[in-house]
């Protein structure tokens, strides 16, 4: 986004803007995520770290199969604290904290407990999600495909 930054009449067609006519808007922030020596208090952090290292093994034949964009919304009080997204479309696919560089397939919001509980097989993804415990926004059966990676993660 630009800004005019003088009092200059308006650019008539066929005329380039003039040297500092313009200057450049810092773009819009997202959710501000903590500093990654902070990420480690967070109940999540390992499992995410290890799921992590789980897609850079396998990644490519998890692309095969998935084919979509994950972001997941972790919060705290309704209140965004943890990003991540799990790219199972692109190349040999990728997980890495915060927003989804191209957008996300499938959209995750989901307490940090109840993520927990979800990764560790304790409560059932259908069910949780049928009682509101998270709300998934975008492709919603895609969510099937993630439980699937979620299973094959937790084998290991």
Same mark, same amino acid.
């Given at each position: 986004? +630009?800004?005019?930054?003088?009092? !200059?009449?308006?650019?008539?067609?066929?005329?380039?803007?003039? *040297?500092?006519?313009?200057?450049?808007?810092?773009?819009?922030?997202?959710?501000?995520?903590?500093?990654?020596? *902070?990420?480690?208090?967070f109940?999540?952090?390992?499992?995410? *770290?290890?799921?992590?290292?789980h897609?850079?093994?396998?990644? /490519?034949?998890?692309?095969?199969?998935? =084919?979509?964009?994950?972001?997941?919304?972790?919060?705290?009080?309704?209140?965004?604290? #943890?990003? +991540?997204?799990?790219?199972?479309?692109?190349?040999?696919?990728?997980?890495?904290?915060?927003?989804?560089? #191209?957008?996300?397939?499938?959209?995750?919001?989901?307490?940090?407990?109840?993520f927990? *509980?979800?990764? #560790?097989?304790?409560? =059932?993804? !259908?069910?949780?999600?049928?009682?509101?415990k998270?709300?998934?926004?975008?492709?919603?059966?895609?969510? !099937?495909?993630?439980?699937?990676?979620?299973?094959? +993660? /937790?084998?290991?």
């Open positions: 986004m +630009w800004k005019r930054i003088d009092h !200059q009449p308006k650019i008539k067609a066929g005329n380039g803007p003039q *040297e500092g006519q313009f200057k450049g808007l810092g773009s819009a922030q997202g959710p501000a995520m903590p500093h990654p020596l *902070e990420l480690s208090k109940q999540s952090f390992p499992v995410f *770290e290890d799921i992590s290292h897609i850079k093994e396998v990644g /490519a034949q998890l692309v095969k199969k998935v =084919n979509a964009i994950f972001q997941l919304d972790i919060t705290e009080d309704g209140k965004i604290i #943890l990003q +991540w997204t799990i790219d199972l479309k692109n190349g040999s696919g990728d997980m890495y904290p915060g927003s989804a560089r #191209l957008p996300a397939d499938t959209v995750f919001t989901i307490p940090e407990p109840v927990m *509980e979800l990764v #560790l097989g304790k409560m =059932n993804p !259908q069910k949780a999600f049928l009682a509101g998270f709300k998934v926004s975008g492709k919603v059966l895609l969510g !099937q495909k993630l439980e699937r990676v979620f299973k094959d +993660w /937790a084998k290991i």
